[in-house]
């Protein structure tokens, strides 16, 4: 049977119950997969009166994490709580305490991560955290090793299931926004409080994990511009689709020569692109890198089970690191301190849509607000009336965001200018 390896559980909700599950399908499999069993023998929860009937010894219910951390028969930690407290106390004390940690937490990995992996590496221990990025989705693994000889200089991905749902409902149905959030509430996509998810915040986190591996430079959740879905309509989503795209919420992370753009905010990208195939509450992560070329991970990235998977894959290596008496570093190799650019300094094209007067000489003054600002136009669509204002549809040539910025600043008090209702970055 090999050696057996005890794990303790920091949490029983969706997570944690998938973990516990997996562990249990995947018993008869490990004496072959790792030469070792693992044995869940401690599971730290708040309540263990509501858990009595999910597991089937309730004795390892505990509600007091010293209990972990003192129980030297203990190796490995599973971090299932989320959240930056107490989640981050628990982690640091068991790596101090010679535990090798699993986590599955992006709020805190994209913001203290660094700092913790500093930890687990000067206490030669290990703290892997595939699960935090992308649910099920290999991501984190490949960028730290598959890919570890290529220069990356790009991620892109769809990495928030709740806002990739809306906007596909939105998409295929022609609702708004209002109704398709509806339904995701409905069916368990969306939190009660959707805000880190319509907002951007939480594929801002995803975003900030995956760029300081691919770029070996520190990038964490405030250096990440965000802008969510709240403000696209079904009249945007319907013009992008007349003009060959699809609107997605996309985190792009570039490392450009002279800085990092590290971003979260919706895009439009033409439907030939692999990314805008990706619908409903599936995920996909596009990483460019100079030996690869392009590849694509596609899969669930979030739910028990899909989630459960990543962590326990991490588990497995952590258990046959065990088995074999190796050692698997899990720095994250940031070794570079790359600036990272504003909002302002990145260059796009931009989708523009605004309600103007209905009279002669109004597209030559919009024309020429542009120009004075350095904004070339690409395209102009003038398809529908708004009452008695004409609307239109601009999409620019690839300009700095600042220029774009100052052109609508002055547009917006121009006279002829009843509002610019919609500025979209395209791909
Ligand atoms: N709320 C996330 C999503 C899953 O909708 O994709 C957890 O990261």
Redesign the pocket.
């Known amino acids: 049977m090999g050696k057996r390896i005890n794990v303790a559980l920091l949490g029983l909700g969706t997570v944690g119950s998938g973990v516990y599950k997996v562990m249990k399908n995947q018993l008869p499999e490990m004496p072959h997969k790792l030469n070792a069993e693992l044995v869940i023998t401690k599971i730290l929860v708040r309540h263990p009166e509501r858990y009595q009937e999910s597991v089937e010894d309730p004795s390892v219910l505990t509600t007091d994490f010293q209990e972990i951390l003192e129980d030297p028969s203990i190796s490995i930690v599973v971090e299932v709580i989320g959240g930056i407290e107490p989640a981050c106390t628990y982690i640091m004390q068991a790596l101090k305490a010679g535990k090798n940690v699993v986590t599955a937490n ?1 709020d805190l990995m994209a913001v203290k991560g660094g700092e913790l992996l500093e930890l687990a590496d000067e206490n030669g221990r290990e703290l892997r955290f595939e699960a935090s990025v992308a ?1 099920g989705i290999p991501i984190i693994s490949p960028l730290k090793d598959s890919l570890a000889a290529n220069e990356i200089t790009e991620i892109i991905g769809i ?5 990739n749902f809306i906007l596909s409902k939105m998409t295929d149905e022609g609702v708004d926004y209002k109704p398709a959030l509806a339904e995701a509430t409905d069916l368990g ?3 009660a409080d959707p805000t ?2 319509v907002e951007g915040y ?1 594929a801002g986190r ?1 975003l900030a994990i995956m760029a300081s591996i691919a770029f070996h430079s520190r990038v964490t959740f405030d250096d990440v511009y965000t802008e969510g879905i709240t403000g696209i309509t079904a009249k945007d989503i319907a013009y992008a689709k007349t003009l060959g795209w699809v609107i997605k919420l996309l985190a792009v992370a570039r490392n450009t020569g002279d800085g990092i753009e590290a971003r979260v905010h919706p895009m439009l990208i033409p439907q030939q692109h692999p990314l805008s195939t990706v619908a409903g ?1 599936y ?1 996909a992560v596009f990483v460019h890198g100079d030996a690869v070329g392009d590849v694509m991970f596609y899969g669930r ?2 739910g028990e089970m899909p989630t459960a998977s990543a962590v326990m894959g991490d588990v497995f290596s952590v258990a046959r690191h065990t088995v074999y008496e190796t050692k698997g570093s899990t720095k994250d190799n940031v070794y570079r301190k790359i600036p990272i650019k504003t909002i302002d300094e990145i260059r796009s094209r931009y989708f523009l849509r605004m309600e103007v007067e209905d009279k002669p000489g109004v597209l030559a003054t919009i024309a020429s607000i542009f120009g004075n600002n350095s904004v070339s136009i690409e395209q102009v669509i003038q398809k529908s009336k708004v009452g008695d204002d004409a609307e239109l549809v601009i999409i620019t040539s690839k300009v700095r965001e600042r220029h774009i910025k100052d052109a609508l600043l002055i547009l917006g008090s121009a006279s002829v200018v009843r509002r610019v209702a919609t500025m979209i970055r395209v791909y």
Do not use: H, I, L
Not at 159 to 163: A, D, E, L
């Open positions: 992006k649910g990495v928030n299931g709740t806002t996509y969306a939190e880190a998810d939480d995803k509450s995920n990235g979030a």
